[in-house]
């Protein structure tokens, strides 16, 4: 048995089933992997696994490609996978990082039945609309939206793979997506109806219900927290935008004191400039003061500041679910989010007839919103808390186990 991080929640439910972990954090031994997992997801697992240290996981790595990145990623995806094979054999393989070019391998030269469990698709009918009207965004640069010449190239490049995306996903005799917005993308891209569904991913939302929900305001000030990795497309730029808006009406006025935490992974160094360029985005427009990075803090200290938030902020288009968008509605704070993507379609909808958040799409959007939230009686935030913290439940890890088991089931048949 093989399986992503993610997976094993579900499959170390199986009894006489080895569950094996290809990883390439090679520099770490299988107790800290474990122990990491825990202190920073809060997950715990109840039976040993085995993990398969690999070697070539450069391959995969942006970096390595600075032009063609999917595809150059995807085909080294391949290799990775080749010596993924040589080390470890399974009976069934589950792909949850993404690696879909892999599926046929383990499939076809490996012999295994073989499932994938699909956070993002590799490539989207977004991606491929942005490209095609030309619009500039974090995935496609101005030098070429500026070119048409460019920008058509660059749309039959996409087209390309996306039909080779397509092909190889479609070998999965299991497919389960994370949103409602994945499916729409993979059952376009990968035309595999009748093996795909919807499983929503595990939110430790158990964690966070300990949370007293009524207002606990001990000082005037309100915070306003975003919990989200440091990536370009969670768009944290548009977050400092429309706080700094925000405090430009309020300090028109005698109003409470607002403060704006940004919580978030730093994955490489890439991601710590990212972070750079935002402190200076913040002196820039002169909130530097009032503006906290919390970075690759544990979960505690994460709870701590959900517990004391007010709003929590979310503003990436398009994102595939929005874990860190449950997480801050099962805490207690009033979500507002992207008005796209997982949040629109899945998680900030009416429970029971009653609003559960906000939605919001540029720096207006969010400014008025946020003063609109602030302004609301006490009583009024709490009913929409109360709200959005019923509706996550459908988000906990037993429904996730539940679901998952099921879909897989058919491969161990």
């Known amino acids: 048995m ?23 954090d090679k520099d770490a031994t299988g107790e800290e992997i474990v122990e990491g997992a825990f202190r920073r997801f809060n997950i715990k697992l109840p039976h040993p696994v085995k993990f398969v240290f690999l070697e070539k996981r450069y391959l995969v790595e942006a970096s390595l490609y600075p032009h063609f990145t999917l595809l150059g990623q995807s085909l080294g995806s391949v290799f990775l996978g080749w010596e993924a094979l040589l080390k470890c054999v399974p009976d069934i393989y589950i792909d949850s ?49 500026n070119n048409p010449l460019l920008s058509k190239f660059k749309l039959v490049y996409y087209y390309f793979f996306a039909f ?45 219900l300990d949370i007293p929900l009524e207002e606990k305001k001990s000082t005037p000030e309100y915070s306003i927290v975003s919990v989200s990795q440091f990536r370009p497309e969670k768009d944290h ?27 978030g992974g730093c994955r490489n160094q890439q991601d710590e400039e990212r972070v750079d360029n935002l402190k200076r985005l913040c002196v820039e427009l002169g909130v530097s003061n009032d503006v906290t990075f919390r970075i690759n803090i544990p979960f505690e200290e994460l709870k701590r500041h959900l517990a ?34 997982g949040p629109k379609l899945d998680i900030v909808v009416p429970y029971e007839g009653h609003i559960t958040g906000f939605l919001a799409e ?52």
């Open 308 to 341: 004391e938030a007010t709003i929590g902020l979310h503003t990436m288009w398009n994102e595939h679910f929005g874990i860190g968008v449950v997480e801050c509605m099962a805490a207690g704070t009033i979500i507002l989010a992207h008005n796209s993507g």
């Open 362 to 413: 540029n720096e207006d959007n969010y400014a008025e919103t946020m003063a609109y939230i602030l302004s609301l009686p006490p009583e009024k935030r709490l009913e929409i808390r109360e709200n959005a913290r019923r509706s996550v439940h459908r988000f906990s890890d037993q429904h996730f186990e539940e679901a998952f088991l099921l879909s897989v089931d058919p491969l161990f048949k």
């Open 97 to 145: 990082m993404g690696y879909a070019f892999t599926l046929p391998l383990f499939k076809y030269l490996g012999g295994c039945r073989v499932g994938c469990y699909v956070h993002y698709p590799t490539i989207s009918t977004d991606m491929l609309s942005i490209v095609r009207n030309q619009d500039t965004r974090f995935n496609n640069a101005a030098f070429i939206t």
């Open 2 to 24: 093989v399986a992503g991080g993610l997976c094993l929640c579900g499959l170390i439910r199986y009894r006489n089933v080895t569950c094996v972990v290809y990883t390439g």
């Open 237 to 263: 730029p548009l977050q400092i935008r429309a706080f700094a808006k925000l405090l430009k009406e309020k300090r028109l006025g005698q109003q409470p004191s607002l403060k704006l935490i940004l919580i």
């Open 164 to 208: 080779m995306y397509g092909l190889v996903g479609s070998c999965s005799d299991v497919i389960m997506v994370n949103s409602s917005w994945t499916l729409n993308h993979i059952l376009s891209l990968w035309r595999a109806g009748a093996c795909t569904g919807v499983v929503y991913p595990p939110c430790d939302v158990q964690t966070f």
